[in-house]
């Protein structure tokens, strides 16, 4: 029970840290008089995209209550999901781009459907899977479904990561340090609970007893839900910050903050299953 309430305390206290980390950019906005968008260098937009990554990162990790991975291992899938899931999924992204995608493609079109769900989810999602598929899920460390959750929220976390700083930077004076910290926040969460509802399926397919064509279903399933909700998040919350002709970056960011949210709590279940069934898990005791 003592580890229980550690590992309790210590997820309140990350969850508070993320939440201080948004209020103290946009406490520092105040104090220095910005009232409006400003430029972010490359060391702080490296220290925005970062800090929401490690702490939501420890959180994932304390989910494991059973037996917990080996610290470094969740970090390499971490920073493979970084240096190398996120570049492969703009390499593919790019190579399968039209070449007039922004001018032709208006926001609920067929067209532009197809493109986020099936190209730019599919690519994100996939490319978080081959660094854990071919990584640590050969290793012996990966001996339990729950596991599928914790590298795959890694991955997916690492991928934000990346995908954060270059959205800081590629917003040449027009990041709002209130609005841009609280995004690369809910970002951080959304793309590790995309992996995470995949990573809930690698688990269950490598431990299952069925035929391989069953176990491929599982994964194929949750390469699809899990693109699906990242070409949906994509899209909405692009709507829900413009306004007209104007952008309101912080109705995007309660938009994305509610889907993660609701992501986050079937994430939340998915965990709380395979917790349930792990060989690790201490025994039930007889109600009688």
């Known amino acids: 029970m ?67 991975e080996p610290k470094h291992f969740v970090l390499g899938v971490y920073l493979a999901g970084a240096f190398l899931a996120a570049p492969i999924a703009h390499f593919v992204v790019d190579l399968a781009r039209p070449e007039a995608t922004g001018a032709s493609l ?82 951080t969460l959304a793309h590790a609970c995309f992996a995470g509802v995949l990573g809930y399926a690698l688990g269950r397919a490598k431990f299952s007893t069925s035929d391989s064509t069953r176990r491929g279903l599982v994964l194929l399933v949750g390469l699809l839900i899990a693109a699906a909700l990242n070409g949906q998040f994509t899209l909405l919350e692009g709507v829900v910050k413009s306004s007209g002709l104007e952008v309101q970056p912080w109705r995007g960011v309660a938009y994305a903050a509610g889907f993660a949210a609701t992501v986050f709590f079937v994430t939340s279940l998915l965990m709380r299953r395979h917790l349930e069934a792990s060989p690790h898990a201490p025994p039930r005791e007889d109600a009688s």
């Open 2 to 68: 003592s580890r229980i309430r550690t590992v309790a305390a210590t997820e309140i206290l990350l969850v508070v840290g993320l939440v201080l980390f948004v209020a103290a950019a946009h406490v520092a906005e105040r104090l220095l008089g910005i009232d409006g968008p400003v430029s972010v260098n490359k060391p702080m937009a490296v220290v925005m995209a970062a800090i929401p990554g490690l702490l939501w990162l420890v959180y994932f990790y304390l989910q494991d209550r059973h037996e917990p």
């Open 106 to 187: 208006t926001t609920f079109s067929a067209d532009n459907v197809v493109w986020l769900f099936l190209v730019i989810g599919l690519a994100q999602e996939a490319s978080k899977y081959v660094v854990v598929r071919y990584s640590i899920y050969l290793s012996p460390e990966f001996d339990e479904p729950m596991d599928g959750i914790v590298y795959m929220t890694a991955a997916g976390i690492g991928f934000a990561t990346h995908e954060n700083y270059l959205y800081l930077q590629g917003l040449d004076g027009t990041v709002y340090m209130g609005a841009g910290a609280a995004n690369a926040v809910v970002v």
